[in-house]
């Protein structure tokens, strides 16, 4: 009995004891330098901005293949920058359309070149492809049933 009295006591005090809550720091807004924005009826589209921080955007885009709802989507070609907590300048070019997103930057990395046997291997089955293979998943090719 005097365990559980315990016990109960050490809980009702560990519950009741004060939370610790971070102060509110505020902070300065970052004022929006320069903002153009345009949206036409067609579709299509262009901004940008600038910060006070020094981050910069810039992107226009287009409604691809309007009035077809098979293959209607949007393509977008911008640039977005902003300095990195080293001070260096981080600077993104993309395209965005049925290919998806392409960022390009200098500091993305790259992959590392094809190797001249798997190059080859690739060729030669786009050149030369099965001809039993109708390009959709058959699981009795691959032993199952």
Do not use: W
Not at 73 to 99: C, H, L, T
């Amino acid at each position: 009995m005097r365990t559980l009295i315990a016990f109960v006591c050490g809980v009702l005090a560990a519950v009741a004891a004060q939370q610790f809550q971070q102060p509110y720091q505020y902070t300065t807004p970052i004022p929006i330098i320069r903002l153009d924005n345009v949206v036409n009826p067609d579709g299509s589209f262009s901004y940008t901005y600038e910060t006070g921080n020094g981050i910069q955007a810039q992107a226009q885009g287009f409604l691809k293949n309007a009035g077809n709802p098979q293959l209607e989507g949007q393509a977008v070609q911008g640039s977005f920058a902003y300095r990195g907590p080293d001070n260096v300048v981080y600077a993104i070019q993309y395209i965005a359309d049925e290919n998806g997103y392409q960022p390009q930057g200098a500091h993305l990395p790259t992959p590392p070149p094809i190797p001249a046997e798997l190059q080859r291997a690739y060729e030669l089955a786009s050149r030369d492809p099965d001809p039993n293979d109708n390009g959709q998943y058959d699981p009795r090719r691959y032993g199952r049933k």
